[in-house]
């Protein structure tokens, strides 16, 4: 089995995985946002995908890939919040 676990092989484990993520990010523009990470979500069949997981529509393998996605997305945004915004020096008159 190689190190995968009988759930990894169920849809419905992907689909608990997607639920999870899904919930700490913003809803709208969810595929325009994974295009970032995986060109596939920039096509029209990408943002189809990204619906049909969203419904429970979505097959494993296309489960995978939008779980796979969002992961990389949260990464992304929890990176970003630790970045340190300059701001510019004011003089004391």
Avoid: C
């Amino acid at each position: 089995m190689m190190g995968k676990t009988p759930a990894e092989y169920d849809v419905e484990h992907w689909r608990g995985e997607f639920e999870k993520l899904y919930e700490k990010l913003p809803k709208r523009g969810l595929a325009r946002q994974l295009s970032k990470f995986d060109d596939y979500f920039g096509t029209t069949e990408g943002y189809f995908s990204v619906k049909n997981v969203r419904n429970g529509k979505g097959s494993i393998s296309t489960t995978k890939r939008v779980v796979a996605a969002m992961e990389k997305l949260i990464q992304k945004r929890s990176a970003n919040k630790n970045r340190i915004n300059r701001q510019k020096l004011q003089s004391v008159k």
